[in-house]
């Protein structure tokens, strides 16, 4: 279902200079940082491009949008990972900054352990991240 997507974005893209196809595994997001003015337009042909296929779902994300598999999101690959040794029995920790991180985020604290958002938790700041993980290893190493 991705096959066709990708090639429709990838022509669309090409209209807008500044705006980019990033193939995924399991998707297809197309940016435009760099072009700005050009949001509405290829936010409104990827919802087009998902809602003709059951198979697909559309995930916001800042300054791009995403068309990926329905049901596949990193919540549910934590959930995967966390009942799979050695991670079975073990608490999970997930760092996220982007609307893709979201589900992981919940569910990470669903499991008793310790979801955060770069940019509510730590004020957008990936050296506040670091020093929290250094901080956090210390205390665990004590």
Same mark, same amino acid.
């Given at each position: 279902?991705?096959?066709?997507?990708?090639?429709?974005?990838?022509?669309?893209?090409?209209?807008?200079?500044?705006?980019?196809?990033?193939?995924?595994?399991? +998707?297809?997001?197309?940016?435009?940082?760099?072009?700005?003015?050009?949001?509405?337009?290829?936010?409104?042909?990827?919802?087009?491009?998902?809602?003709?296929?059951?198979?697909?779902?559309?995930?916001?994300?800042?300054?791009?949008?995403?068309?990926?598999?329905?049901?596949?999101?990193?919540?549910?690959?934590?959930?995967?990972?966390?009942?799979?040794?050695?991670?079975?029995?073990?608490?999970?920790?997930?760092? +996220?900054?982007?609307?893709?991180?979201?589900?992981?985020?919940?569910?990470?604290?669903?499991?008793?352990?310790?979801?955060?958002?770069?940019?509510?938790?730590?004020?957008?700041?990936?050296?506040?991240?670091?020093?929290?993980?250094?901080?956090?290893?210390?205390?665990?190493?004590?």
């Amino acid at each position: 279902a991705l096959v066709p997507v990708t090639a429709r974005l990838r022509r669309a893209v090409a209209d807008w200079p500044g705006s980019l196809v990033e193939e995924k595994m399991f +998707g297809v997001v197309v940016h435009w940082r760099q072009a700005p003015h050009a949001a509405a337009q290829l936010g409104a042909l990827a919802a087009e491009l998902a809602a003709a296929s059951p198979e697909l779902m559309l995930q916001p994300a800042h300054e791009a949008i995403e068309i990926r598999a329905a049901g596949a999101d990193k919540g549910r690959a934590l959930a995967r990972l966390m009942a799979q040794a050695p991670f079975a029995g073990r608490v999970p920790v997930f760092v +996220g900054d982007d609307a893709t991180d979201e589900p992981a985020i919940a569910v990470a604290r669903r499991m008793g352990g310790c979801g955060l958002h770069v940019a509510r938790d730590f004020g957008g700041s990936t050296e506040a991240v670091r020093a929290w993980l250094r901080h956090t290893l210390e205390d665990d190493n004590a």
